[in-house]
């Protein structure tokens, strides 16, 4: 079953790629409508799947590989001369983006021999063509972020072991050589759970697959063992510590779907595969379909692995982890989830179901508008956090002075000696208790700043004892006493209890967290120095909605 609705969703692929099929140039076009190699070679990868599938509705059709050769000739004539394809939106003659494609290339390679294709053999044909030029390109070329990298080394291995091509998997080694960016806690450099995670995984099973070095494998275990604790209530991936274009997004775990799987079955480890079934559960909630067919079919014996084990669902339900290196500690209790982020901000995130909250405060003194955290302090029942702002001033230079007078070429942060005037303290402890989690801050040291607590929500119906209003994204409300909660459309809710105000100060300066234009967002205020508890809540303060 789950086979099938992984081949209907890649038929809908086919489908929808073919409605873009450019006859004159003999290729399909990106929904952006501007030619891009490297889009060409995902696209034909997924028509050679489909091709070789022997379930498909598209299975040995000759209308598909006529467009396929001629997409892959196209491919031939508008690659760079290096060998590379372009990723038209940002990089060109680019090395790793060509090795993302050719590693799809390589797989579909894979199933499409040993399908019965009328015209297997120009198929073939064309694609050693372009693996081999492609090869030799990303030989000569270089990279941009630390998982290109490893992209580059399992795509050149993979190409020696078709080409025989040594030089291939001598450059290889030269990038695996500079050791792997994930640290004991199984977490990557570039931290990003939406996108780069389950990224390099795949490329740690293929060096795995092409070397069966043990070192490339215990990686990829590292960080799916890490990754099941960044699934939220509603299904979907926690991305606020990424580092990357993913951060903030809320995206369903479906390409970590076959890593669970593949990892289980190399392992031979159970747990693995019965959490690629929480995985799947997961996307459904969020009506998608996890990916993976070519991994099914490249490794008939996976099938095998699809209903495996039983799933543990414990760390969905209650999770208490901290992880000092990344910054990052969450907690899960039901459908309830509570992170704390360090080094940033946005430095809360709440959610209770489908329904979420981020905090952050604005208290501006000199150059920081915004508390930011230093660590993650994990406590009995939750965490504590702190950050220590200097009201601060630059002095004169000494003797001779400066050796410009041009202000902007003055080194003054490194060169001048500063007067700290004062500082203020502020600390956030978080709680976890019946029915929610308790926040208190906590502000001491310099007096008479207005301080702002920012809770922006994910939009949906916002209700206080005397008004309901619609909480509409890039909307905003000061509220000044009372209790508050805003309900989602699944009837999931978080409560405020008690709102407060102290002052209406609502300027922003540059530098500071802008409101997130895509979420509501509530404001709180005092005045340091303060002391200000409140229950972030799950549970409905409010009779129906009127």
């Known amino acids: 079953m789950k086979e099938i609705m992984m081949l209907r969703q890649l038929e809908r692929g086919v489908q929808d790629s073919l409605r873009r099929w450019d006859e004159a140039r003999g290729i399909p076009v990106p929904p952006t409508g501007y030619p891009d190699t490297r889009f060409i070679g995902f696209v034909v990868s997924t028509w050679l799947t489909a091709l070789a599938h022997p379930q498909s509705v598209y299975a040995g059709s000759e209308e598909l590989q006529e467009k396929t050769l001629r997409a892959l000739h196209a491919l031939q004539q508008d690659r760079r001369p290096s060998g590379c394809f372009d990723l038209s939106s940002c990089n060109f003659d680019s090395a790793p983006d060509t090795a993302f494609t050719v590693n799809a290339l390589t797989d579909a390679r894979q199933v499409a021999a040993g399908a019965p294709l009328s015209r297997k053999e120009e198929l073939l044909a064309a694609l050693d063509e372009i693996i081999l030029r492609a090869c030799e390109g990303i030989c000569a070329g270089g990279f941009h972020t630390p998982n290109h990298r490893w992209a580059i080394s399992a795509c050149l291995l993979q190409g020696a072991a078709l080409t025989g091509r040594e030089d291939f998997a001598a450059k290889a080694r030269v990038y695996l050589g500079e050791g792997l960016d994930i640290d004991t806690a199984g977490e990557f450099a570039e931290r990003s759970t939406g996108t780069y995670n389950a990224v390099n995984d795949e490329q740690m099973i293929r060096l795995y697959l092409c070397t069966r070095e043990r070192e490339y494998l215990d990686a990829a275990r590292s960080n799916l063992e890490l990754m099941r604790h960044y699934l939220e209530p509603d299904g979907s991936l926690f991305t606020l510590n990424s580092t990357r274009q993913d951060r903030g997004h809320k995206p369903a775990p479906s390409s970590y779907y076959p890593l669970y799987l593949m990892t289980g079955m190399l392992l031979e480890d159970e747990t693995f595969a019965a959490w690629s079934q929480v995985i799947w559960e997961a996307c459904a909630s969020l009506g998608e379909t996890p990916r993976g067919l070519i991994w099914l079919m490249r490794f008939p014996q996976l099938r095998e692995w699809l209903e495996r084990g039983t799933p543990d669902r414990q760390p969905l339900l209650e999770d208490r982890r901290v992880w000092p290196a990344s910054g990052i500690g969450r907690w899960r209790r039901g459908a309830l989830s509570v992170t704390a982020l360090a080094h940033q901000p946005c430095f809360l995130s709440v959610a209770n179901g489908q329904v979420n909250l981020q905090?952050?405060?604005?208290?501006?003194?000199?150059?920081?508008?915004?508390?930011?955290?230093?660590?993650?302090?994990?406590?009995?029942?939750?965490?504590?956090?702190?950050?220590?702002?200097?009201?601060?001033?630059?002095?004169?230079?000494?003797?001779?002075?400066?050796?410009?007078?041009?202000?902007?070429?003055?080194?003054?942060?490194?060169?001048?000696?500063?007067?700290?005037?004062?500082?203020?303290?502020?600390?956030?402890?978080?709680?976890?208790?019946?029915?929610?989690?308790?926040?208190?801050?906590?502000?001491?040291?310099?007096?008479?700043?207005?301080?702002?607590?920012?809770?922006?929500?994910?939009?949906?119906?916002?209700?206080?004892?005397?008004?309901?209003?619609?909480?509409?994204?890039?909307?905003?409300?000061?509220?000044?006493?009372?209790?508050?909660?805003?309900?989602?459309?699944?009837?999931?809710?978080?409560?405020?209890?008690?709102?407060?105000?102290?002052?209406?100060?609502?300027?922003?300066?540059?530098?500071?967290?802008?409101?997130?234009?895509?979420?509501?967002?509530?404001?709180?205020?005092?005045?340091?120095?303060?002391?200000?508890?409140?229950?972030?809540?799950?549970?409905?303060?409010?009779?129906?909605?009127?």
């Not at 700290?420 to 929610?436: F, P, Q, Y």
């Open 359 to 546: 905090a952050s405060i604005y208290a501006n003194v000199c150059a920081q508008r915004n508390f930011v955290p230093d660590a993650v302090e994990e406590t009995p029942t939750g965490f504590r956090l702190h950050s220590r702002a200097d009201s601060w001033y630059y002095l004169p230079f000494e003797g001779d002075g400066p050796d410009t007078r041009d202000w902007w070429a003055m080194d003054n942060p490194a060169t001048r000696r500063r007067q700290i005037r004062d500082a203020m303290d502020l600390t956030v402890t978080g709680d976890l208790v019946e029915g929610g989690l308790q926040l208190t801050i906590r502000a001491e040291g310099l007096s008479g700043v207005p301080l702002r607590l920012e809770l922006s929500f994910s939009p949906g119906i916002l209700r206080g004892e005397q008004f309901v209003m619609d909480a509409k994204p890039g909307g905003s409300i000061l509220l000044t006493g009372g209790r508050a909660e805003l309900l989602g459309e699944s009837g999931d809710c978080l409560t405020i209890s008690p709102c407060f105000a102290a002052h209406r100060v609502m300027n922003r300066m540059g530098g500071a967290l802008p409101e997130d234009p895509s979420r509501f967002t509530v404001y709180l205020t005092g005045v340091t120095p303060l002391q200000q508890t409140l229950l972030l809540g799950t549970e409905r303060l409010f009779g129906p909605v009127i």
